[in-house]
Structures are given as C-alpha cells and as structure tokens.
C-alpha cells in the first residue's frame, strides 16, 4: 500500500547552513517518508520566518536569532529541531584604513549589520566583551546581499555579514578589507520551523526530519559529494565551501544548550531593542520536541 503523502512547502534560506536540506533534495531523501516536498528558496531566515508566519510556507528554514527576536513579538511558532551549529559563521569585516585592531576601536566607527539577525546579535556581543553597547556606534542596517554593497560605497567602516555573503565581500575586496579572528566567539544554529503545530503538523514535521536524517548520515558518509551538491545548488566556488564546511556541526538535536542561547539572545533583545518587554518569555513554549522524539529521541534533551 502505497504511503500517504503530504504536500509541504517549505521556505529555505539560500546557504551552505541549509546543507541537509539540499543533500536530502538532491539524493531523494524524502522519497521514503510521509512528505513530498517543494522549496521557496530565500535570503535569509528572517524571510523564510516571515513567509511561515504569512503562511506562504508551511515550514522555514531559520537561525536561533531571528527565533529569539521573533519570540517577544507573540508571534505563534515552534522550532521542531536544529539540524546545524557553526561557531564562525558571522564575521566581521573592517575597513583597512579605519585602524580596527579590536571590537574597542569600533566605538564611533560607521557598521553595517542586517537589524534583528545573526549579525545584529554577534556586533552586540562583540562590543559587550569590551563594555560597549551598539549605542557606542553609528549603525547602518542593511539587507545581507547589500552589505558589501554600503562598504564599497564608502557608507560603513565595518560590516558584520554571515556566508556566503562574508566570503563573497572577501573575495570582491581583497586587500581593502581585514577579516578579523572572531571563531568561537558566539555558535548560531539553524532550525525548521513553522506556526504552532497541531498533530498533522507534528507528523509532517516527523517526516521531513526523516529526511534530514538521512541527508546528514550522508554528509557525514560523502562530505565530498555532499560538498559538491552544495557548490552546484547554491552556484559556490570550491574554495568557498572549503573555507566554511569545517566550521559545520550537521546534527539533529533539541537541547538544554539552545535553551541557553535562546534566553541570552531574548534577554539582550529585551535590554537593548525591545524595551516594551519586561523580560524574555518561557522559550520552552517555542520548542516541539514531538517530532525529533519520533525520529531520534537521544536527541532531545529538554523536558
């Protein structure tokens, strides 16, 4: 009897931390599960939050930061699982001739960042490790295909872009930008996301975490390929892929960690941008762990 298929779409943000999704793609992981899958391919998880939340799509692609920012808005949503952490994937790029040594020499400088992302939350911490606030500098907010674009037209002295845009940027600059040390400094994940999650939702988001699955066992198995997939989908160079893979951790998991992180990233927001906010909520509400219990329960680690 043939299985029954549900029909999702699914909003992914176009990088390398979206890998599983192009492998399981490419190798017809989701063949064998309850799912059969189109993807709306977008910059950025802010947009692919967004088009979940419109209802354009029924799950995203999305970073721990646009979930954190997301979760003060009373916005109804759920991460089913994280399925990539990188502790380097946010730079930061700065100008030669604005003499940035360190997150210190940023104060009164002119940076670029995508407001409410990644890059917002990595320049907050950055300047917080040497008692700064993004008070102390003059922000510049930018889509992020247009930050290189504020750099080179001399509107900015620093920008903080994610990949590929941060390889891109290097590689069109060259020696008119300093790529400066910040690996392990601050993790992101990506999640899949949708609005709150009835039991059809659940067994939709089981499915395409089988998928997941079987896409990360086979990036674990042929990085080569897997790579390879990777370079072709998202037309990258060989040489982009070989900078940023190491820094990938491809691996299904809803765990007291990203708890931590969520309430740090929800906590600043609150402090910093969201002063309406007493507090950051429970983020507990905001994880459903009923499908990755289904596929990999030693996976999650939250009551």
Not at 104 to 115: Q, S
Request: aromatic fraction near 8%; charged fraction near 20%; include cysteine.
């Amino acid at each position: 009897m043939p299985l029954e298929k549900h029909s999702v779409s699914i909003a992914v943000s176009k990088t390398p931390l979206s890998a599983p999704f192009y492998v399981a793609q490419a190798i017809n992981a989701f063949d064998d599960t309850c799912v059969k899958v189109e993807f709306d391919e977008v910059l950025g998880g802010q947009v692919a939050f967004a088009k979940v939340l419109s209802g354009e799509a029924d799950f995203g692609t999305t970073s721990d930061s646009v979930i954190a920012f997301q979760s003060l808005t009373k916005k109804s949503f759920v991460t089913h699982t994280m399925f990539v952490q990188s502790d380097n994937d946010v730079k930061l790029l700065s100008r030669p001739s604005a003499q940035i040594s360190s997150a210190t020499d940023l104060k009164g400088k002119r940076v670029g960042v995508t407001k409410g992302t990644a890059s917002e939350y990595f320049l907050s911490m950055l300047l917080a490790l040497e008692g700064l606030t993004t008070e102390d500098v003059n922000l510049h907010h930018y889509q992020p295909d247009q930050l290189v674009d504020g750099y080179i037209n001399n509107e900015i002295d620093a920008i903080v872009p994610w990949e590929p845009f941060a390889f891109q940027s290097i590689q069109l600059l060259e020696k008119e930008v300093k790529v400066h040390d910040t690996k392990s400094l601050n993790s992101l994940s990506f999640h899949l996301i949708s609005q709150a999650a009835d039991r059809v939702q659940v067994e939709k988001a089981k499915c395409i975490i089988q998928g997941l699955n079987t896409a990360i066992d086979y990036i674990a198995a042929k990085p080569r390929l897997a790579k390879k997939i990777i370079v072709e989908k998202l037309q990258l160079s060989d040489d982009f892929i070989e900078w940023v893979w190491p820094d990938y951790i491809f691996k299904l998991s809803l765990n007291q960690s990203l708890l931590l992180s969520l309430k740090a990233k929800s906590t600043w927001l609150v402090a910093t941008q969201m002063s309406q906010f007493n507090g950051a909520p429970k983020l507990e509400k905001f994880i459903d762990t009923r499908a990755l219990l289904q596929v990999q329960p030693g996976a999650v680690n939250i009551p």
